[in-house]
């Protein structure tokens, strides 16, 4: 029943142009990572009802080898954002705050 908004999300994040995609291993099992490397973005986008789109901006490869707990405890990451209805206004304020470079 969620993979329709699942679907939404992905289509939103590939409006933007990812330069390229890699599906994410080991704590970002289930995550895709969207690169957007001219605006210095990197969203892992998680393909499971309820998680978290994690936003880094450098360093993604090393970072996402970490767990959530890690990134989050480090502050690791630009921004976090959980599914809820306000996700689609956040992602297209992010995309409008990192123009391209």
Request: cysteine-free; glycine content about 6%; hydrophobic content about 40%.
């Amino acid at each position: 029943g969620n993979r329709s908004f699942v679907n939404k999300r992905l289509e939103r994040l590939n409006s933007f142009g990812p330069e390229f995609t890699v599906l994410g291993q080991s704590g970002f099992a289930g995550y895709v990572i969207m690169a957007y490397p001219d605006r210095n973005l990197y969203v892992l986008e998680s393909v499971i009802y309820g998680n978290a789109t994690y936003v880094l901006e450098k360093d993604w490869k090393a970072v996402s080898q970490l767990t959530k707990a890690e990134i989050l405890h480090e502050s690791l990451h630009k921004q976090r954002i959980i599914h809820r209805r306000s996700w689609f206004a956040k992602i297209k304020t992010l995309f409008e705050e990192s123009p391209i470079r």
